[in-house]
Structures are given as C-alpha cells and as structure tokens.
C-alpha cells in the first residue's frame, strides 16, 4: 500500500509522506520550506498552515486558539491531506543579507578587490583530431592540451567523467572545453563539455549559520551574483547552540540526522535559486562554504565531540576540497566543495571569511572584527598579525529565543524611532506590514526606549511608560499592536526578551574587551571596527554603542560589513589567490582561549547593564544618557 | 511476494533469484561460480548440475541425453528449487598458473629481483597526544607526524575516512597506523588503524584475461603470495574476442553489462580467496589489475568503440589509479586500484607486465616475448628499446572453441606421448581422471600426432591411425576414451578443432615473423624468447617449435613464464619502484601496426602449415619430420 500524500495550496505540490511525519517535514520535502526559528518544536509559532481537505493529527499547543491555523511542527500526517500554506509561513521572498545591501542589493565585495580567477574555471579547447600516427589515448590528447595551453601538469580525472569523454570529444568534433576545479594542489576535470564556451558556469558561495543558512548564486565568469536565499538551519530542532548539537550528534543516529538537517536545508535553497535563474544544477560547478567549526563538522559528518572536550580538537578546521556527491551537495556531481580555511574549534572559516571581506589582514592600521552571531567571535590585528577569540552570545540578534524575534527578512522591523508622541515608530524590510523585529530593529528598539527613559540601565521597563504594558510574563514594550501588524498578533518586547538581548550583547563586548585587556592594547588605539552578523540591511552604529554592544568609539571608525562570511567564501570562490590567502589567514591567525580567563565573567557581569557599569569606558554613551541617572 | 529461491548441494547455500533467470547466474550470485567456457551459450557443456527438489525449466538442447544431468546455463529459475553441483562443475579447486610453477607452487617473481616498497604500505605512528597548548586538528596532527616521519607532503584523505579519525586516535592512545597508497603521485590515506603493526595488509594482483581472470592473494609486507585462483571471464557470454565485445558494449545496456561480468568474477575470486586465507576484504588496500586495453575498458565502464575503429584510439592506456569503490571492487572501499598501463588499442597492461616479468626492459641482450592468449602480441627489444605488435589469435589455447578443450587446471590433460603401443599416454595437472584438454596439452598432442604421422603437415588427422575415427563432424582423435575420462564422456580433437588450433598458432607465429622482417631483424639474432600464456604449468618448448608456434630457435634461447599478465601486476603491486618503472615500459614501447601490413596475410597462410609451408624457416623441425613427407 502506498503512504499517504500530502498536497500543498496554492502550489498543487503533492509529496509522498510516512504517517506520523510532520507537515513541516512534508512541505521541507516539497521544497516549500516554512518559516520556523525554534527549528519544529512548537515554540516561535511561525509555521502556521490551515487544513484544506483530509485531516492531520495535532499534538497540544498545536492549535491557534480560536483560529483555524495550526502549527505545522506538531501536526502529524495521518493520510492524505491538503494544506494551505499562507505567504507569511513560508520562507521564500525573505530578503536577506548580503554584506552591501546599503550600497546595492547584490554588490559582492565590500572592501576589498578581487582578481578575476575562480575556483572552478573553464578553458576551451581544439583538440587535433586523432590520426593513425597521433593515436594518443583521449586522455593523454587531453592532457597533453592542457599542458600545452593551459601549463596544467596535475590533472585529475574523476572515473565517471572519463567515462563521458570519447562522446563528448567526438560530437563535438574535438572542440570542448574543460572545466577544471583548482583546489588540493592540483587540477581536477569537473566536466568536459562540448564547444568552446567559457559561459554558463555557476557556482554557490554558502553561509552556514549556526541559525542561518545563506546562499549566493554566482556566474563564475562575470563574478555576478544571480541571487541570494536563506533559511534556518534544521539544525535548531536539535538545540540553539553548537554546544547543544555536539551533545546531539554524540547519540545514535545524530550526526547524520544534523547533517541531513543542514545539507537539506541548503540543497532547498540551491534548488530554488537555480530554479529561479534558469540555471541547471549540473552547471553548478563550484561551492565554497563558510561556517563555524562545528557547522563544517556536522555539514560533512565528522564527529564533532571533542570540540567541547578539553583541550578542544576539531577533526579539521582546513579541510581539503571534496566532490559535491561525496558531500551530499546537489549540484554537479564532480562540483568542487570547498570550506574556508578554520583556526580552531571555536574560530572556524566564517571568521577567516569575515577578516577577507574586511580586508583586515591587508593594511597597516590596527582593526578590529566583531562578528555578533550564535558565537560572538573578535579578531584583532593588520598585515602583520591577527589574534582571535570566540564566546558563545546566543541567537537573540538573530530572533532566537526572542518572543517577536524574527531573522532579517521582507516584514521585519528594522527601524525603530521614538515618535514624537512618546510612542515608537517603525520601519520594516520591504516596507510592508511588520511580522517581528530583527538584530538592528532590536539595537533601535533597545536604545531607544533607554533613550526615552522607558528602560533603566539595568534593562528593567518601566510600568508607567506609555508603551510599556503588564503582560502574561511580566512588563512588555508594544512596539506594533495587533492591528498594524501582519501576524494579528501584537509585537512585543518582553522583560525576559530584554534580558536575554543584554546577556548577548555583554558576551560579545566581553569578547572583544578581554582580548584587547589580554593583548595590552587601548580600544582607543584601534583604528577601524568591523561589524558582521545578520542584523538586518542596516546597523545604527550610534545606538549600538549607545547599548554597549559595541565599544565607544568615534562611529566614523566603524564599518558594518554585514554577512562578512558569505561575502568572503564569493571572494575566495571567485578568486584562487584569495582562496590561498585564505589559508594564510586562517593560519596566521592566533588563538586566545577566554573561556577559562577568569577575567572573562568579570567582563561579562560589567557588560550586562547598558551601555556598561563602567561608564569611563563609554563616556559618550554615558554622557547621552546622563539626564537619567 | 517475494521471488523464488535456489538452494545449491552439498554446499546448503541458498539464495534468492529472480523468475527466468539461469541457475548458472544464481550459482554465480550464490559464490559457487560454475565451470563454464562458452559463458552461458549452452555450447562447452561444462556446467552440469542436477535438479534434487523443485522444477526449472530446460531450454531445448539443456539436457544430457539419457542422464539426469542439465546444463545450468539453459535451466530458468521458476519457482524454488534445489539443485545438486558436482565436483567436476566447480571452478573451484583450479589449480592455477602463476608464471613459476615448475620453481615452487607460488614464486612470485621469476626473473627480477623486486625491492621491497609496496603500492600501499602501513606506517606506524605514535602521534602526541594534544594539549591546550598543542591544539592541532586531528588532520593536521597525523599530517604533521607523516611530514615528520614519512617525508609525505601530499597527503590525500577521504572524507570517510576523515571521519573515523577521532575515535581510532583516541581509542588507540594516539598509538596509529597510517595505511598509505603511494599512486598518481601522491599518497592518499587508505584506512587509520589502532596500534602500530605493518602487517596485516593485503593486496591482490589480477589478471583480467579476455577468457580467464587470474587472481593472487598477496601478503603486502612479506610479499608472499597466500592463494590464487581463476574463473572464466563471463564476458564470453557475449563474444569470444575483444572485437564481439566490442561490438556488444554499444548495445543499449551493453557496456554495463560487461563491466558487471568481469567486475562479477573477480569479486567472487577475491571473495574465495580472502575467505579460504582468513583475510577480512577489508584488510585488502591494494589492487594492480593487468589486461588488454578493450577488458581496461571494459572492467571501468569505459567506451571501447574507437578501440576497433581507425585509428584505433583508447580512451585510456595509461589509467589513474581509483579507489575501490568507485571501480567496483569488493575490497576496502578506499583500496587502490591501478592498471597496469598499456601503450595502444591493442598492446595492454598485460603486455607491459610480461616485460616486467621477463625483466627484458633491463638487460642488454636482444630478446623477444611472445604472449599467446587470445590476443596473441609479440614484443621485441632490450634496454635501449622496445617494439610491440599484436593480432587476433582466439582463446583456442585457452580451451575456447575446442571440442575438449579447457583451461589449465585440475584434471587438465597437460602431456601427451605417443604410447608404444601406437596408442596416446597422457598425464593431467593434479594427477586425477582428465576432464579436458589444456593449452600444453595440445601443443603436445599435435606434435605427437604429426610425428607418429597421424597428422600430416596441412592439419589432417589419416583415417588409418590407431587413435583416429569417424566421428559426427568427421575424423578426430581420440585422446582419452570415456572409460578413463572423470566426465564419462570420449575426450577428443576433431578435424575442427586442429584446423582452429592451426589459425590460432599461425596467427601468433605470423605476427612476430612480420615483426622482425619489418624490424629488419633476423630471427637468429634474437638472444632469448620468452613465452607467455596459459598453456598449463609447463609447456614443452621443442614441442611448440615443432608445431610452428614458435620460431625454430636452439631450445635452450626460450624461456616459458606463464601467466607473465599476474606476475608483473604482482611486482608492480609490490613494489612501487616497479610500478614506476611499467609506466616508463610503456612509454618506451612503440606500436607497429600489423592489421593494415599486406604482409601479414601472406605470413598468415604459410604459418598454418605444421610448422611452416617454408623448412627453410624451421630447419630442424622440418628434419624432424624429414621422414613423414
């Protein structure tokens, strides 16, 4: 007997589905990702969908009180069934970071140039046909091509693109071109295709998030980006944080279910960028991946255990490139993936990314990097040295753990103003209804209520502010009421959302100030802060400050460079010499374990008020918020 | 439902077979690989098996006349069914020529003494363990220590076994061994292994013949040879020659289908071996195959079609080596698997491994190797330089096509005298009741009867000779009457089969004759012949002359090697200054293309005289038989 199917409206996609599978599962499966934060268990509630026809069984809290929407996390698949998928469930259309948003909606590099040699290339070729005294094998004309024009003396050929060749060679009447992936010190055939073109290769450049995955679609040849896409990383049904997941992968069946979660996530988003763009998947001939240690650990199945064991040892954190098939990457088979170069278990090659799209490790001036994502991780250094260190900030920036917390994507509230009525004022991404707040909406939203004097210093709301109201758990911030809103739900800021936002922000300061306090140097001696992470198109410097999120410094130093991971993984897929720049990055770069510096919860406890309890080292900030103390 | 089962006596196996499939493929599915020389075309009649329980249904011509016995190969699973596999059906208990029989059952290498440096070696590590100061990834640890100890630069891991790493160091103590291929110019990581022990490793050494597959079990760091065994190439099925196979591969499914055939066998003769020595395919990490370009080809799925079209282009000659898995090969899945390289369409690996193991590429004097197998290819040359051709001989040697013929094996009928009573005395490999009749046999047998003047020098057998009678294709000999004979059937050579012998001999004496005259060299130049194939374990060198096989040069110049295929690709697997050096070989090796040479028709027709239609070439031989014309 066949399983039972599940039908999603208004697509008409129908999958095949095993009873007792979630309709989250089933629509992921049809290539309908829904929106979710809390990774499926029954927490942000953004998976609503409504039952067509058929029926499902809903665990408790599944149901929208009084409403006919259900949470598709906890809707089980009983039979056939047809489910309504409203646009605000889904997660296509979000818009999403691409480090220069300011400057362009697809601008790749920020900062730095990059010489125009990918990773994955193509060189056309007019092989002379063979006669009976040139009688070379079709492998050795090749090579001997190769070496010829191209001076390539390393060439690997996979079995399965031998197997292509005398067609392809012949058909094309030994005219073709060689696409060749330029990675582990050698040359490797990813295809051989006929005529000469040196168009019509793609590649993908991926952020993987420990919240987040991002995807570019890059044309290799021109250096344009097609498009861009993101989601949640699957991984967050098995925990928040990396640590949560490390424990997860450890049981049975773990690593390969958080691997899948990732892989499958990131497989939806290449699909429906390729889909988009009229690019095939086998055309996709090149990946270059950016992610945590731990992200790149689970993304190839390595046991990630002993990255929370002292003395913390990753299996690799420079790994070598392998084949897409090898890694489960569904683009073309003999696809050359590549991960950027990591420095330890807790600085992976996201940061190595960050610090090239920065442009840090080419000048002279002292910089500083603060990359505020799950890990809050600073690198300070120039041409000369880098010295690193991570901490685990938690999702909040990122709409983890946040009651209206959403990722930055079309609806979300970006801006937040003090109205001259006392109320707040607001703009979202895209200009429509608001469906939550993402990081910079939060930054805004933070100051501006300490700013207002409707939050004290050590983040408490004050009842009798006008939008601070009693609400289930405590005082809340009504920042959009129900019906300015796209969900009908009121937006909020809750007292624990607040405390949970400043727990963030004083890891990611602690980071940073110990590293400087352990190296000796003055913030005042950093000449530029980069800022990374995904709080939306925009950061109001000022206020970040203003919240102690970043250090008092004059804010023309400051550059927000936005997602500096996926930028950096284009610029290296983009270019084989900021590839192998990458890895004298990554192995340039020091290490400083603060987690057992004692110093580090002294810094942190400091860093819990707003912007500090030490205001000598946020005079500015301190001096704005004067009249309140 | 599930489908039908064959169950396999006295063995107990069972396995489950598809409706309409052969009991010969479910013999063959089951490990019990039959004795078959047609490769299922119910023409040998070697794979006899009898129905205990159960029904199948006999094709027309599947059963013997009177007996209780059916040809496997016409038998169609139709329900379940148990069928009885006499001794004499088996492959199993071959007795197998590995090049130095006559010298000890297993010497492995005849001639060249070989250095001991294994394609795939295990190096011994006691890596130190991390601390927090010495924090390097588990990869760049092992990378490290192999700089340090094994001056390796170019390590290659595979993600899977990247990923066992963690827990194989840490359960060890960080006391390792790192199993090392050494092959397309860097060392790729096979497997990582607990504690420090270089034995223990395995590897096999093949040849892959157009009609028989030939494989040893080989102890890597001993270098002896544990076991070896053949099975016929079930490619037959489709063709005895390269050029039906060929042909065949073009087919819709066609190429697949060979690759599968060759894969098949092989597997299961590695399978027996490493069970019948107690070596877990596992602990098999290396692999050198050797045979002809078109069974390369064929063995990795490549398209042969240009091998038979002018000019005659291989897609390969000189493969890379592939892991295992991707070949195909039942071993570990990372083993690697290299090819002996070849230099044309029509000289193969084989051929550069009967150099090797002839050691010709090495000496000074002017020598000359004569491969009689399906292929027959003759190689002239010494140090300076080496000249190869081939033609189209027919597996006749091998047992193909011949009324009684078989592979050299257990109850192989090896020697024929004329007896005094004017009658034949024989004597068969293992010493038991004849079966057949092998390679060395006929060779005997033809020359005793031309001698006795049973033959006369055109091929034909004299009505009035005590050995010969009318039989239903016309005059044979008969060579073991059915009393005597373990099949209960008359062992004989027909009219048929001398004339068959005859082509094949003249095909292979033609080709090196137009060789030399287009080399300008004379015959009794040459120092030393050297012959290989699988003739049986000894092959009487006075004997062949006399036929014609070879050229009539003092007995003691020529020097039988036998499987000369396996022995090279067991030297090569054995050391890799070897294999390096089968590259070279190759490359010095220059192709003469005999096929479009006028010449060699004429030299055709006057070899297939016995010896020759010219005494002037076989003066001795021709006093020899002085009295008989």
Redesign the interface.
């Known amino acids: 007997m066949p399983g039972p199917t599940v039908k999603f409206q208004p697509d008409a996609r129908t999958v095949a589905a095993e009873a007792g599978q979630t309709l989250l599962d089933a629509a992921f499966a049809a290539g309908i990702p829904l929106n979710s934060v809390c990774g499926g268990r029954g927490i942000c509630g953004r998976c609503l969908v409504r039952i067509v026809a058929g029926e499902a069984e809903v665990d408790e809290g599944g149901r929208v009180p009084g409403g006919q929407e259900i949470l598709a996390c906890l809707s089980r698949v009983t039979g056939d069934v047809t489910v309504d998928v409203s646009e605000l469930s889904r997660i296509e259309g979000e818009q999403i970071l691409t480090g220069a948003e300011r400057n362009g909606p697809f601008m790749p590099i920020p900062a730095v140039p990059v010489p125009s040699d990918p990773l994955v290339f193509a060189l056309p070729l007019q092989l002379p046909q063979?006669?009976?005294h040139d009688?070379?094998?079709?492998?050795?004309?090749l090579t001997r091509e190769l070496r010829r024009v191209g001076g390539i003396q390393?060439l690997?050929?996979?079995?399965d693109v031998?197997?292509t060749?005398?067609?392809v060679l012949?058909d094309a009447n030994w005219e073709i071109t060689a696409v060749l992936a330029r990675t582990?010190?050698?040359h490797e055939l990813v295809a051989l295709r006929p005529g000469a073109a040196a168009s019509g290769l793609y590649g993908v450049a991926v952020d993987v998030g420990t919240t987040t995955i991002v995807v570019h679609l890059v044309d290799l040849a021109s250096g344009a980006t097609l498009g861009a896409a993101a989601g949640l990383n699957r991984q967050a049904a098995y925990g928040d944080d990396v640590i949560s997941r490390i424990i997860h992968a450890g049981e049975p069946g773990g690593l390969e279910g958080l691997r899948n979660a990732a892989l499958g996530v990131t497989n939806v988003l290449i699909g429906g960028l390729a889909q988009a763009h009229g690019v095939a998947r086998d055309d996709i001939v090149g990946a270059v991946l950016a992610g945590n240690t731990t992200m790149l650990h689970l993304f190839?199945?390595?046991?990630p255990?002993?990255i929370r064991r002292?003395?913390?040892?990753?299996?690799?954190?420079?790994?070598?490139a392998?084949r897409a098939g090898?890694?489960g990457l569904r683009v073309n088979h003999h696809a050359t993936v590549a991960w950027m170069p990591g420095v330890?278990?807790y600085v992976g090659g996201d940061i190595t990314a960050d610090v090239l799209a920065a442009g840090m490790d080419g000048t002279e001036e002292l910089s500083m990097l603060i990359d505020v994502g799950t890990n809050g991780e600073t690198v300070i250094g120039n041409r000369d040295f880098l010295v690193c260190c991570a901490c685990s900030a938690g999702p909040a920036f990122e709409g983890g753990g946040i009651t209206s917390g959403m990722r930055a994507a079309l609806g979300a509230v970006q801006r937040v103003k003090l109205a001259p009525d006392g109320g707040l004022s607001w703009s979202t991404i895209g200009g429509g209804r608001p469906r939550g707040i993402c990081g910079s909406g939060m930054v805004d939203l933070l100051a501006e209520l300490l700013l207002a004097g409707y939050l004290d210093r050590a983040g408490r709301l004050r009842p009798d502010a006008p939008v601070v109201r009693e609400g289930p758990d405590g005082l809340e911030a009504v920042v959009v009421p129900a019906g300015e809103s796209a969900t009908g739900r009121d937006i909020v800021l809750t007292s624990a959302d607040i405390e949970n936002l400043l727990r963030t922000k004083a890891a990611v300061y602690a980071g940073g100030a110990l590293l400087t306090r352990r190296l000796g140097i003055d913030i005042r001696d950093i000449q530029r802060i980069y800022v990374a992470g995904g709080f939306g198109t925009y950061l109001d410097i000022q206020k970040a400050i203003l919240i102690g999120l970043l250090p008092d410094v004059p804010v023309e130093r400051v550059t927000f460079i936005g997602n500096g991971s996926v930028t950096g993984a284009k610029m290296a897929l983009l270019s084989h010499e900021t590839w192998r720049r990458a890895a004298e990055v990554a192995q340039k770069m020091t290490y400083r374990?603060l987690s057992t510096d004692m110093g580090f919860m002294e810094e942190y406890v400091s860093a819990t008020f707003l912007p500090h309890t030490d205001c000598a080292r946020f005079p500015r900030a301190c001096a704005q918020l004067g009249r309140q103390d």
Chains 1, 2 share one sequence.
């Open positions: 063979p006669t009976i009688c070379l094998s079709d492998l050795n004309r390393d690997v050929v996979p079995l031998l197997r060749a005398p067609q012949r582990n010190g050698a190839l199945g390595l046991p255990a002993e002292e003395p913390y040892i990753p299996v690799i954190s420079m790994p070598p392998y090898e890694v330890s278990s374990e």
